[in-house]
C-alpha cells in the first residue's frame, strides 16, 4: 500500500468513488504541471501521484465522464480518479500557476 492509497477513504456514495484529504498531500508540481493549467482549472483536478502504471487524479467531479476524457487525453497514461474538495483543489492550483487565476 502506498502513501497515496492510505489518504483515500471511502465516501458513502456511490461506492467506486474514493475521496482524497488534500490537506495531508504533499504536492509534487513536476507531477501537477503535466496536465495542462487550463483543464486543472477548467474541471477542478489535478495529478497527485504517479506509480508504474497510473497517475492518481484528484477531481471535485470524478463522476464527469467529458472531463475525465479530456484529462486522459492530455496526461496520456493509465489514470485512477479519486474525488477531492473542490476549494482544497483550487487552492493547490493557486500556488502551482499563481499566474493563471
Do not use: C, K
Not at 1 to 11: A, G, K, N, Y
Not at 26 to 37: D, G, K
Not at 42 to 62: C, F, W, Y
Request: aromatic residues 4%; hydrophobic residues 50%.
Amino acid at each position: 500500500m502506498s502513501f497515496i492509497d492510505d489518504l483515500i477513504t471511502e465516501v458513502s456514495a456511490p461506492p467506486t468513488v474514493q475521496h482524497l484529504e488534500l490537506d495531508s498531500l504533499v504536492v509534487i508540481p513536476r507531477l501537477m504541471r503535466r496536465l495542462p493549467a487550463v483543464l486543472a482549472f477548467r474541471h477542478h483536478a489535478l495529478p497527485v501521484a504517479e506509480a508504474t502504471d497510473r497517475i492518481t487524479v484528484a477531481m471535485a467531479d470524478p463522476g464527469d465522464a467529458r472531463a475525465r476524457s479530456e484529462i486522459s487525453a492530455a496526461l496520456g497514461t493509465r489514470l485512477y480518479f479519486v474525488q477531492a474538495n473542490r476549494s482544497a483543489i483550487d487552492r493547490v492550483l493557486a500556488e502551482v500557476w499563481p499566474e493563471e487565476i
